[in-house]
């Protein structure tokens, strides 16, 4: 199976800084790979699919790129209600693997 | 509006077996698929399987096969959940979501409310 690696597996940053979170699949996926948001308490939600498609409504301070193993989600100007744990996902094929997740926090 | 219901929180036994189900609303059920991911506390999320609502096909995560079944009621537009012989490390808020259409388009969206299942004795 294909092992999904993120990182950091956490962060702290000042609002207004830009932050990126990588993640690595074991093996090439092409561009079959989403990033959720999970806030404190709450339900995952969609930001991006097909590693750089943003979804509707998802803020356009979020941006993912990347294809085969490397990707990227990023944050051009961290926002306090950006605290949350952000996980990416491939689905090229099953299993549909997470990755462990990042947790970014405001300093 | 697109969105899925769970149902309600549960609690059993270590060997017990639990159902959740999963209703559809605002979308042609069959033309998606279902997918449920669990998270134990503190935790991240863990994919479990899904379901497509066109055939019934489905897919288990490997450490489940044999313990989970994933089955679909095109009538009521709910799917529903099982996972048999339950032990401690089974607690978790279970959540479905919504895959597709399409045999490429899996990514996860939206996603029920979640539903907290608790194994203890």
């Known amino acids: 199976d294909i092992h999904m690696t993120q990182s950091p597996f956490s962060l702290s940053a000042s609002v207004g800084d830009r932050v990126t979170i990588t993640c690595r699949a074991s093996q090439g996926i092409g561009k079959s790979l989403a990033w959720y948001q999970q806030k404190p308490g709450k339900v995952p939600r969609l930001l991006i699919y097909?590693?750089?498609v943003l979804q509707s409504g998802v803020p356009s301070r979020f941006s993912g790129s990347g294809s085969g193993t490397d990707f990227t989600l990023t944050i051009t100007s961290l926002q306090p209600a950006d605290v949350a744990t952000y996980y990416c996902q491939k689905y090229n094929s099953v299993p549909w693997t997470f990755g462990q997740g990042t947790r970014v926090e405001i300093k | 509006q697109v969105q899925l219901v769970q149902s309600g929180a549960e609690v059993k036994k270590p060997g017990a077996s639990v159902k959740v189900s999963c209703k559809a609303f605002?979308?042609?059920?069959?033309?998606?698929?279902v997918s449920w991911v669990r998270q134990a506390p503190g935790q991240g999320l863990e994919w479990m399987g899904w379901i497509s609502a066109y055939n019934g096909h489905t897919d288990y995560a490997q450490n489940l096969q044999g313990r989970v079944a994933m089955t679909t009621d095109p009538s009521t537009n709910t799917v529903y959940m099982e996972l048999r012989s339950l032990r401690s490390d089974d607690t978790a808020i279970y959540y479905c979501?919504?895959?597709?259409?399409?045999?490429?388009?899996?990514?996860?969206?939206?996603w029920g409310q979640g539903t907290l299942v608790t194994v203890s004795s």
């Open positions: 979501a919504r895959v597709g259409p399409g045999v490429t388009n899996n990514w996860f969206d939206p």
């Open positions: 097909d590693a750089s």
């Open positions: 605002g979308y042609t059920f069959t033309s998606y698929g």
